[in-house]
């Protein structure tokens, strides 16, 4: 069973940047696809952005020209750069992993545990 590791996360103003990081355990032939979702209180987990083994990508509206994810294939760690962050972006933010590429967590069947994003001045 792949584990995965978020970190990254903190206190960050308005119009900041952070790299939030993914680290899997191992590599696995199983999954296709690497995506990052955020949670913010009371709301339900979204979609942020994913990537898949050839290197496709997708984001969120909301986050598309802000927000990059790449990934490191030596080093099993997928990463999301995200600048110019809004208030709007705090939230706890996963990593996971599927079989398709996709922005509904139901398509993924491995998390990581989080890592909380604040926004504020």
């Known amino acids: 069973q792949v584990r995965l590791v978020e970190s990254g996360g903190g206190l960050v103003q308005p119009g900041g940047s952070l790299r939030l990081s993914c680290v899997a355990s191992?590599?696995?032939?199983?999954?296709?696809?690497t995506g990052w979702f955020r949670q913010a209180p009371g709301k339900e987990r979204e979609g942020v952005s994913y990537?898949?083994?050839?290197?496709?990508?997708y984001y969120r509206d909301s986050v598309k020209g802000r927000f990059m994810i790449s990934r490191d294939y030596a080093e099993y760690t997928v990463y999301l750069q995200m600048d110019r962050l809004k208030p709007e972006d705090s939230a706890i933010y996963y990593c996971a992993m599927g079989r398709q590429p996709s922005l509904l967590a139901r398509d993924y069947d491995t998390w990581g545990q989080g890592t909380r994003v604040t926004v504020s001045s």
């Open positions: 990537i898949t083994s050839d290197d496709l990508t």
């Open positions: 191992e590599f696995s032939m199983d999954y296709y696809v």
